[in-house]
């Protein structure tokens, strides 16, 4: 097996590693801790720093950290269609980056959402490749100009999370090709991002992270990328198959299976030092792009603040513009500002505005839907709190504990070492905190105390989350001591879905908790592969998320439904509010269902059945099944609508602002009815038997009945008619031209979708182009839909390129293709 050589030759960065000697060079290709690089003065490198995206610069701490603005997430970005808004989030995550002084932002995500399980799909944008390519690209466009790097993530076929560092994703070329790997190349076509991430997963049983096929032939080598690829974390297994699989950069460090192994397999003959020469020309030639080589970057002195009011109104804009409309007979939204609202729902009340894992930031603060909505309509909103929706604890609020030195909203967290020594106490301004991983203490971390005020009495479910011997005590009285073991065999899981422990107790408002957590290290055993890695030494180390959860005692479901539909019965309409939480929309572990959590659809039935008119908003970023969709007189999607969440939505049911988005995926009528539904390996291999009818291309294939709702579906508040479609621009990849007309009685923006039918049976359905316009009521405009030519490729297993572009078939222009409005033959 050989390496790709640089071909970029730029003889400056290779006369800079020619000064540096095997151990140095090597260094440099490990993180220096988990979210920064190593510098080197005697060639001006200063130490990078790298922060999750995607939609919110973390920083450099896991938890907690510096308030930092929280966006809609990336579905609900992606929702609106439009190149001009991934623009302005690449740009505005740039801002958040510079105020961080970090250099590169680990995002966009930018694999599919193949099967609707995927816990993490809320982080990446679309079903469909060229939707998701195109954003990327827009997004890498914006943040780039700004010299903030960005990170194309997870190369490749990273589509579910169950065993995500063992499993194998089984893909055949041509899917890989036309599919997976087509936003990819689409972002590094059109936007040449400086940074890639490669994935946990295998492809065809090889890993990501020593994807020579895919790393060094077909990215580095087809496409010509002159970036970095860096490991996902904790992903890199290998030292000699890693280095010559395309992989540059090891992360995290310090510690890591390249350092003293990579220098010895230099030594053996085993890695050509050329190989590891081009791995740093890659890490310089990302240092010089951001300011990191050289004459060092000069970060700004002022910048916007993640609360500044500009910072609110794009937030507020850009969740709203995502929103999309399911359904709204006799045009009951927008709600007249004069309507009786009885507003029910615990998402209403504990709006979900971000997904689990990594993505989370800590923002200054969350408007939940009730005060949004409450504070532009007044007293004619009635709030009431639904169902329990949560099936584990989680993190308690900071706002309903209080660090008892210092009376703040949040904790109080010591870290002490063997022998009792308190190395450390700091503030929290959230309930947990992350060790091993954000602790970079002077001696190993043994015990961990929690301890926080508890701002109201009463019965309180109190509990600990994380590994490890824990001890709670509450005004000094012991309520309990679990010993907490990791669940999974996935270090993410035991990271990012810690065990949990809860009691129920009687507490007076100021009680003292103290929750300590003695850290088990464990002997490292051999992952589900048979093999003991890096993950392995990770979960035996016993880091990860330590927390505290305070909760009311939950309320009896019958009596929370029965006090709703008393609600609903006052009203002139009920918003009942439903959704996901991060438990379901998280990185590091799947879905089982679609259906919503708790008896949210018995108390969406009982209301509709009481109330005049019941709007349903769904809070949460993925499909879910909706038994009484045909109940209810309106459904409004709001995904995970970040910190100005409540705000966004309130603008969208009041049509201070049309909710004109359209959705991203499809959205199955019921578990299982999907092109691609387990996500449970077979031993360790998952394959895609879809192929390439990925989500609505397989609907559409009759691979699954049809779905709920299609990709491109979404009324907004207009209503419209097409007409006069024909091709402009013959040939291949045509261009096609419609007239539209809005005939509802406010101004509304369409997006036009066009899609390419080939004539070939082996040829799925696909988007080809879309255009969006804005049109006054009553008005009508001609919009043109210029189709991309890489969707009209085809790739020939036989021959491994791209075979001639497919001509013939028809041009569809589609509402999604469950609203077909006009076909045109080829
Ligand atoms: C995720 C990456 C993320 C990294 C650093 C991993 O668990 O898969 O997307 O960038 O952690 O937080």
């Known amino acids: 097996m050989t390496a790709s050589t640089d071909t970029h030759g730029d003889s400056r960065l290779t006369d800079l590693v020619s000064r540096l000697d095997l151990e140095t060079k090597v260094r440099l290709l490990t993180g220096a801790t988990s979210f920064t690089l190593h510098g080197k003065d005697s060639i001006a490198l200063a130490p990078m720093a790298f922060s999750d995206g995607p939609t919110g610069v973390r920083g450099l701490k896991f938890t907690g950290g510096d308030h930092v603005a929280l966006f809609p997430n990336a579905t609900l970005l992606a929702g609106a269609w439009s190149e001009d808004t991934a623009r302005e989030v690449g740009e505005m995550l740039a801002e958040e980056a510079e105020r961080q002084q970090i250099h590169v932002v680990l995002g966009p995500t930018i694999n599919l959402h193949r099967t609707p399980l995927g816990g993490r799909l809320f982080e990446a944008y679309s079903e469909d490749p060229l939707l998701t390519g195109r954003l990327a690209a827009a997004y890498v466009r914006g943040m780039q100009s700004r010299r903030i790097g960005a990170c194309l993530k997870h190369l490749v076929a990273n589509e579910s999370e169950t065993l995500r560092n063992y499993m194998s ?16 190349e689409i972002a590094v076509e059109d936007a040449q991002p400086w940074s890639i991430m490669a994935a946990y997963n295998d492809v065809n049983g090889v890993p990501a992270t020593e994807q020579h096929h895919v790393n060094n032939e077909v990215v580095k080598g087809d496409w010509g990328w002159d970036g970095l690829l860096m490991s996902d974390w904790f992903a890199t297994k290998t030292s000699a198959p890693a280095a010559l699989g395309g992989l540059d950069l090891v992360m995290p460090g310090p510690e890591g299976p390249w350092g003293a192994a990579l220098v010895a397999d230099v030594e053996s003959g085993a890695v050509a030092e050329a190989v590891v020469d081009e791995h740093v020309v890659r890490l310089l030639r990302l240092a010089e792009r951001v300011g990191a080589l050289g004459e060092h970057r000069a970060w700004p002195s002022e910048s916007t603040a993640p609360d500044a009011p500009s910072r609110r109104e794009q937030l507020r804009r850009l969740a709203t513009d995502g929103m999309v409309v399911l359904r709204n007979e006799g045009a009951v939204l927008p709600l007249a500002a004069e309507t009786r609202v009885a507003l029910i729902g615990r998402h209403a009340v504990e709006t979900i505005c971000m997904g689990g894992g990594s993505a989370t930031v800590n923002p200054p603060y969350q408007v ?51 022998d009792g020594t308190v190395m450390a106490a700091e503030h929290s301004s959230v309930a947990s905190v992350a060790t091993g991983w954000d602790d970079t203490l002077p001696r190993p971390t043994e015990q961990v105390v929690l301890a926080a005020r508890l701002v109201e009495g009463g019965p309180v479910r109190l509990g600990v989350l994380g590994t490890g011997r824990w001890s709670i005590v509450v005004d000094g009285k012991k309520v309990g001591a679990p010993d907490l073991a990791a669940e999974g065999q996935d270090p993410g899981e035991s990271m990012l879905k810690p065990p949990a422990w809860t009691v129920d107790v009687d507490a007076e408002a100021g009680s003292l908790v103290e929750a300590t957590v003695s850290i088990v290290r464990r002997e490292p055993q051999p992952g589900p592969d048979g093999k003991l890695s890096t993950l392995s030494h990770v979960i035996a180390s016993g880091m990860g998320v330590k927390g505290l959860t305070v909760a009311p005692v939950p309320a009896v479901a019958a009596d929370v439904i029965a006090n709703a539909v008393r609600a609903a019965k006052d009203a002139d309409v009920a918003v009942v509010v439903v959704g996901l939480t991060e438990e379901q929309e998280t990185e590091a572990t799947d879905k089982s269902t679609l259906a919503l959590p708790g008896e949210q659809d018995a108390l969406v039935g009982a209301v509709a059945e009481a109330a005049n008119r019941t709007v349903v908003v769904v809070n949460s970023a993925t499909p879910v099944l909706m038994p009484w969709a045909q109940d209810v007189e309106a459904i409004l999607v709001v995904g995970l609508p970040g910190q100005e969440g409540g705000h966004a939505v309130a603008d969208a049911l009041l049509g201070v602002r049309e909710p004109a988005g359209r959705l991203v995926t499809s959205w199955p009528a019921a578990d299982g009815a999907a092109p691609a539904w387990d996500v449970v390996p077979d ?6 038997t879809d192929d390439t009818y990925v989500g609505y291309r397989g609907f559409h294939a009759g691979l699954s009945d049809a779905p709920a709702h299609w990709l491109g579906a979404g009324d907004g508040y207009g209503s419209w008619e097409y007409a006069d479609a024909r091709l402009v621009q013959p040939g291949s990849a ?4 419609v007239r539209v007309t809005n005939t509802s009685a406010g101004a509304s923006r369409e997006v036009v979708q066009a899609y390419f039918h080939p004539a070939e049976d082996n040829q799925p359905v696909r988007l080809v182009g879309w255009t969006a316009v804005e049109v006054e009521p009553g008005q009508s405009a001609t919009v043109e839909v210029a189709t991309d030519s890489r969707l009209w490729r085809s790739w020939d297993e036989q021959s491994g390129r791209w075979g001639e572009s497919l001509t013939g078939g028809q041009l569809v222009l589609a509402r999604g293709l469950g609203d077909i409005r006009a076909r045109v033959d080829l």
């Open 169 to 184: 994703s089984v893909v055949s070329e041509r899917a890989l090709r036309e599919v997976y790997l087509l936003p990819f």
């Open 368 to 418: 939940s839907i009730a005060e949004g909505l409450g504070g532009a309509m007044g007293e004619s909103v009635v709030v009431l709190d639904g169902v329990e929706v949560r099936l584990r604890p989680v993190v308690a609020d900071p706002d309903t504990i209080r660090d008892p030195e210092t009376g703040e909203p949040g904790l109080r967290a010591s870290y002490l070492d063997a």
């Open 683 to 688: 031993g360790l291999a998952l394959e895609y």
């Open 734 to 737: 045509p261009t096609i031209e």
